[in-house]
């Protein structure tokens, strides 16, 4: 079945540092979603990317999907405390792509 | 709107009983879908409903698991006999209507979670 891959694992960095997750799939996407879960909380919704080599940016979030629309991309531009938690990409699974496949996350702890 | 809510938000039980969690999803959305979240396995899909139809249960570990939706507004989970290794933070979220594979698919809305602990 279809498994998607994230690097790093963790991450740790200093606040104001730039910080960039990867997530990789085994076949061809649709579409990838990214989420955000807090240490806590539940995953969160950040967005959605649907075209080959798509870029989108969210303040100091840019999301990329790559050419083959096999990888895809989060890239924080000076990290933040608040931005601390982690951070998992999906994709469409199962028969007809109704389900969403998650890859393992990256977490991500900011440092002050 | 109130999003997805989940009840309990903790339960401790013992082994060998019986633990019903609850879930009431966002008015109007037709997919309704039972996440396991662990350290060791991350988030696992155990099943979901599409207008209250069990689609895919694939991901339900073990018979001792069970999976209702009785109406549009409410689902349970069920794990009779309750183990240590079903130990987890279970999540249900729902979203709208799901295009065919190709197509894109509605984001997912969470619910907080019941943090299960069997001992």
Known sequence: GQQVMQIPQYQHVQEGEDFTTYCNSSTTLSNIQWYKQRPGGHPVFLIQLVKSGEV??????TFQ???AKKNSSLHITATQTTDVGTYFCAGP?????QNFVFGPGTRLSVLP | DAGV???PRHEVTEMGQEVTLRCKPI??????FWYRQTMMRGLE???YFNNNVPIDDSGMPEDRFSAKMPNASFSTLKIQPSEPRDSAVYFCASSLAL???????????????TQLSVL
């Open chain 2, 99 to 113: 295009s065919r594979l190709g197509g894109p698919n509605e984001k997912l809305f969470f619910g907080s979670g």
């Open chain 1, 65 to 67: 999907f790559g050419e």
């Open chain 1, 56 to 61: 989108k940016k969210q303040k100091r979030l």
């Open chain 2, 5 to 7: 809510i989940q009840s």
């Open chain 2, 45 to 47: 899909l155990l099943i």
């Open chain 1, 93 to 97: 699974g199962g028969s007809y792509g």
């Open chain 2, 27 to 32: 008015s109007g959305h037709d997919y309704l």
